[in-house]
């Protein structure tokens, strides 16, 4: 895994090269994005050095009178593209009022707005710049966003004030930028049995019926598990998409064979996501041969089995977490499916919203569970996929709390 770590001017710049150590010390590269402020403070070379990659001090490479640099002229592009998190620690008031603003106007915060990995900041300054309501309103658009926000500690600052403001301690900042990654093995000893992708109904030799899921809300949920120390079980329906490495797959098409599938792993699971997108109806008489285009023609439709519910009328000890794809009424319709089906959680999202969901790496969605409510605001797959696992892994907890008592 890679990290970009933007370091900007303060006193506290010297504590990213700490940063640096530890984050290699897991076995993450480290890419360090230097503000032009931050070079005051300490030099490019110090960062170099540590982490041996090439130190980002600026937007374009020097050029002189030379022809310009292709490759630097898109290399926010790249960088953007090649990282699995950025953190930027420390955050001045200053980068944290353009990443809320949007703008663009050095290398850090057009990185910021390219990339689609998650972000962390751990921001230092000033007392009274932190409990500023302009600071306050920018972390919260931040957060809004799906930005995770490593709060500073309160102490001696360089300024001679004493109060919030200090540069979190490293391990804090790494621990918040590995939860971020899905490196923190908290889901060790599970065991998560994950569906995937659409379910293809046959209508003859040729032709299924089928829906628009790509797999990738599933996809990322099934690395997230594997990274928090899971052992997976993926079971997909057809998809383009790779699985990831070190989860086992079974590969299925239509919904009976996803049910046989689901149902077959059960007993080995501890936890059961089923993000599948499964054909509501197949056809009653799939035909043997192609069907000939003679005018109009009529299927006959019958419903398939609710594979979630039998999942859950199965169930032993799992935590059984399932979708729900609404139009409308999207909060009361869920809820509905919550308690129909004898669900621990259930995630919902209004696939009517466009940019988000079927055929994106975006989602925003709503966890439910018989006793909260957790919004997700619109983030990466990704995201979305870490904040489920710490639903079911919270459920996963209270459940075994309370069998001990």
Known sequence: MKVALGVCGGIAAYKAVEIVRLLEDRGIRVQVIMTESAQEFIRPLTFAAISGEKVITQMFAPGGDREPNIESAIEHIAVAQSIDALLVAPATADV????????????????????????????????????????????????????????????????GMTGAGRLAENEAIVSATLQALGAVEDLAGETVLISAGPTRERIDPVRYLSNRSSGRMGYALAEAAERRGARVLLVSGPTALNPP????????????????????????????????????????????????????????????????????????????IGFAAETENVVENALTKLQSKSLDAIVVNDVSRPGIGFDSERNAVTILTPSDTIHVAETTKWEVAQQILNQALRLQQERKAMAAH
């Open 245 to 320: 490495s070190g989860v086992e797959v079974t590969r299925v098409e239509s919904a009976r064979e996803m049910l046989d599938a689901m149902l077959r792993l059960l007993p080995t699971a501890s936890i059961v996501i089923k993000a599948a997108a499964v054909s509501d109806y197949s056809v009653t008489h799939p035909q043997d041969q192609k069907i000939k285009r003679e005018g109009k023609t009529t299927l006959e439709l019958e419903p398939t089995t609710d594979i979630v519910a039998e999942v859950a009328r199965r169930k032993t000890s799992q935590i059984v």
């Open 96 to 159: 944290v009022a353009r990443f809320a603003q949007g703008m663009a106007n050095d290398f850090l915060t057009t990185l910021y707005l390219a990339t689609t990995a998650p972000v962390i900041l751990a921001p230092a300054m000033n007392v009274n710049m932190w409990e500023h309501p302009a600071t306050k309103h920018n972390l919260e658009v931040l957060r809004n966003r799906g930005v995770r926000v490593v709060e500073p500690g309160s102490g001696y600052l360089a300024c």
